[in-house]
């Protein structure tokens, strides 16, 4: 009996891991498949000296197409569907990428729908690349024959959030630039300018101003003891991050933020809005509603927001209908429960959440231009009072001085 390391997808698409003991690799994939797995990939276990195994191996550099690549991919893929067959479509975008590591991907898939697999199971082998939600759809295009419209409809969806992303990128790139360089100036003006400045002042036989005594104190802190608060900032980074790892502890962490008055709000709206332009996409698409809340609850980063959308799901498999579960959730906008009220009420859900999803973007949108024009200016100002306090603490002894040589 021989041990075979194997990377498997589950019937609702997650990724599974492990070993299995069989006399032939050809029998630890039928073991595989009567446990309803589908194998992605089997070899040998490593034992002592040899190879690592595949998780381990997998776990430390995955391949895989970037939100960027996708989206071109599914566009490229949309477009050549409706001229040509799939299998060429799929081998001309893969041959025309210069990246190695796409066109090993895109191959692979290839290969599988040569072998006779459909898209989704050849996707499958990529689980990486592709992750559930998008495997789901183009299952659904598959069965209702209609994949170069689900396509077409993929690569709207993903261009949407890849703009959505984009403006997030562009509008927070700015004040995090000028905040860094902010601190850096006020650093360097405390370590490096303060002290030769002090030097002056040693002989001067009279009591420092308050304001400049204070200066002199703090850069001479961190002149000394820089190296002692960037290990305590990264200790506290460390810990952070570890006690995030712990699922009660980050459920209680994500609840909060999204109690934060303006963070909160945005993080609240953009999900939202991603959720209904998801949903509205999967629904137009004929994919099942319950399959759909399912798949993009496992997209959702923020823990409190998970478990509301994991609630919703479980609401709709019940029987309850969708409007309702977001009402009773709480945490939605109510013009996203609104319309979808309205859309189940005249059977056009998809165009009502779209509609939904269009509205939250906008507001974000507005949103955060409104804020960050507002945080720009406000960044400058407190860069300028610590600067001037900076200033203002070195020329009051000059200006002491000068009143004492001017009372002689």
Do not use: C
Not at 85 to 96: G, K, M, S, W
Not at 379 to 386: N, P, Q, R, S, T
Request: glycine share 8%.
């Amino acid at each position: 009996m021989s041990e075979y390391d194997y990377l498997a997808l589950d019937p609702a698409g997650r990724e599974r891991r492990g070993s299995v003991r069989a006399p032939s690799i050809e029998e630890a994939r039928a073991r595989l498949g009567a446990r309803r797995l589908f194998v992605v990939r089997i070899e040998s276990g490593g034992g002592p000296g040899g190879a690592a195994p595949l998780a381990s191996r997998r776990a430390l550099f995955t391949p895989r197409l970037g939100a960027k690549q996708l989206t071109l991919f599914t566009r490229q893929l949309a477009t050549l569907t409706q001229v040509s067959p799939l299998e060429e479509a799929l081998r001309t975008i893969a041959r025309q990428d210069e990246r190695e590591a796409v066109r090993r991907i895109l191959g692979t898939v290839h290969a599988a729908v040569l072998e006779g697999r459909r898209l989704s199971d050849a996707m499958a082998r990529e689980p990486a690349s592709f992750p559930p939600l998008y495997r789901a759809m183009v299952a659904a295009g598959e069965a209702s024959g209609t994949l170069p419209q689900i396509l077409e409809r993929l690569s709207a969806l993903l261009e949407r959030q890849a703009e959505v992303r984009g403006k997030v990128l562009s509008a927070l790139a700015y004040p995090i630039v000028l905040a860094f360089v902010a601190l850096f100036v006020v650093i360097a003006l405390m370590m490096f300018v303060v002290p030769k400045v002090v030097e002056q002042f040693d002989t001067i036989g009279q009591q420092l101003p308050l304001l400049t005594r204070l200066v002199i104190g703090l850069s001479g802190f961190l002149t000394s003891w820089w190296w002692a608060l960037a290990l305590a900032l990264g200790a506290a980074v460390l810990v952070g991050v570890q006690a995030l790892r712990d699922e009660a502890l980050r459920l209680k962490f994500d609840t909060a933020w999204l109690r934060l008055p303006l963070i909160g709000r945005l993080t609240r709206d953009l999900h939202a809005a991603r959720m209904a332009r998801t949903l509205s996409t999967m629904v137009a698409g004929r994919l099942p509603l319950l399959e759909g809340l399912k798949l993009t609850t496992q997209t959702v980063h923020n823990r409190a927001l998970r478990a509301a959308s994991a609630d919703i799901a479980e609401a709709v498999r019940t029987g309850g209908s969708l409007s309702a579960a977001l009402r009773k959730a709480g945490i939605f906008p109510p013009l996203l429960v609104y319309l979808a009220t309205s859309g189940e009420a005249s059977g056009k859900l998809d165009v009502m959440l779209e509609r939904a999803a269009d509205y939250l973007e906008r507001e974000f949108d507005g949103f955060t231009s409104t804020a960050l024009s507002l945080l720009e200016p406000l960044i400058i100002i407190v860069m300028g009072a610590v600067v001037a306090l900076i200033v203002l603490s070195i020329l009051l002894p000059i200006l002491q001085l000068d009143t004492l040589a001017g009372g002689m």
